[in-house]
């Protein structure tokens, strides 16, 4: 038996359209851009997510989907902010960094049993593969990531 083997190309869900993209996994880094809306899949920011563009991109991406489930009043989330967005441009494109706000988002919170802000979840392969709850500092939000990557 074979090992696996990755594929050549990766489905991308576009960040402005939703719209899935065929990406050669070898020009991720290139900055590769959506063949519907012509914008940059990746700018090293995290994307902000509703209830359906969150569902899409773990159904529909091939890349890891790294979520801070936050809200505004919130001032863990406040001090987890800054650090996400610094992983982000550190990680990315090896994974897609996405933020949702729990209280406009109320029923996927819910429906994903977020009971503590700021939540960190990783889904891959449209299943959830690991969960932290607490802001962190930068080397160990890092460390947390990428042992799931």
């Given at each position: 038996?074979?090992?696996?083997?990755?594929?050549?190309?990766?489905?991308?869900?576009?960040?402005?359209?939703?719209?899935?993209?065929?990406v050669p996994r070898q020009r991720l880094a290139d900055?590769?851009?959506?063949?519907?809306?012509?914008?940059?899949?990746?700018?090293?920011?995290?994307?902000?997510?509703?209830?359906?563009?969150?569902?899409?991109?773990?159904?529909?991406?091939?890349?890891?989907?790294?979520?801070?489930?936050?809200?505004?009043?919130?001032a863990p989330c406040r001090t987890m902010a800054p650090?996400?967005?610094?992983?982000?441009?550190?990680?990315?494109?090896?994974?897609?960094?996405?933020?949702?706000?729990?209280?406009?988002?109320?029923?996927?919170?819910?429906?994903?049993?977020?009971?503590?802000?700021?939540?960190?979840?990783?889904?891959?392969?449209?299943?959830?593969?690991?969960?932290?709850?607490?802001?962190?500092?930068?080397?160990?939000?890092?460390?947390?990531?990428?042992?799931?990557?």
């Open positions: 038996m074979k090992p696996d083997k990755p594929s050549a190309t990766l489905n991308i869900v576009c960040p402005h359209c939703e719209t899935a993209n065929r900055g590769p851009r959506c063949g519907a809306c012509k914008a940059p899949l990746f700018d090293t920011h995290p994307v902000e997510l509703t209830g359906s563009a969150f569902r899409r991109h773990v159904a529909s991406s091939d890349l890891p989907l790294i979520v801070d489930f936050w809200a505004p009043w919130c650090v996400f967005e610094r992983v982000a441009s550190e990680i990315e494109p090896q994974a897609r960094f996405a933020k949702v706000n729990t209280d406009e988002e109320q029923d996927l919170a819910r429906s994903l049993d977020i009971r503590g802000i700021p939540t960190l979840a990783i889904f891959k392969g449209g299943k959830e593969i690991a969960r932290t709850s607490g802001a962190m500092d930068e080397s160990r939000f890092v460390a947390w990531a990428r042992s799931h990557l």
